[in-house]
């Protein structure tokens, strides 16, 4: 099973990015996020390619120094819907 496929039927997918050349997205995975970066497809407009993940364990982010992973997602977050639920 590809690492994609792995992801995408076991991992909640939470939140996406757009980078230079990439487009990230941000799963939950057990004790684990996962970023999956894809580029963009070089003959298919609109689409992306997978290229690969990266992986950090969620009780390792209290230890982890700026830039924070999680920082880039920030801005997607509203607090008004975990306020107010």
Do not use: W
């Not at 690969?52 to 008004?80: G, M, S």
């Amino acid at each position: 099973m590809k690492k994609i496929d792995f992801l995408r039927q076991n991992g909640t997918f939470l939140l996406s990015r757009e980078m230079p050349h990439f487009l990230v997205k941000l799963y939950s995975l057990g004790d684990f996020f996962v970023e999956a970066y894809f580029s963009k497809a070089t003959y298919f407009q609109d689409k992306y390619d997978f290229q690969d993940v990266l992986t950090f364990r969620k009780q390792d982010l209290a230890c982890i120094q700026r830039p924070h992973p999680l920082e880039a997602y920030l801005d997607q977050i509203d607090l008004r819907k975990l306020i107010l639920g």
